[in-house]
């Protein structure tokens, strides 16, 4: 994962001085939401991982090349 550029925080506040919210510049908010939509992805496969393990293991899986050709007779 890439590192985040460090550059001087600006921050919103209310009233009363009081921190509400950030300002980002577009390119670190677009490395933010890459690294949140890899952390889903890896949160993911870790949800699923052992069962599937457990069905390969099983002999409970397809191929890819079975599951293509099984489409392409569905699509006919």
Do not use: C, W
Request: hydrophobic letters at 35%.
């Amino acid at each position: 994962m890439k590192t985040l550029d460090s550059k001087p925080e600006q921050f919103l506040t209310d009233a009363n001085g009081k921190r509400t919210g950030v300002l980002l510049d577009l390119k670190t908010y677009a490395q933010l939401r890459e690294a949140e939509e890899e952390l889903a992805d890896i949160q993911a496969y870790d949800a699923v991982r052992d069962r599937a393990h457990s069905e390969i293991a099983a002999g409970q899986y397809v191929t890819l090349t079975s599951y293509r050709n099984r489409r392409a007779r569905k699509a006919k």
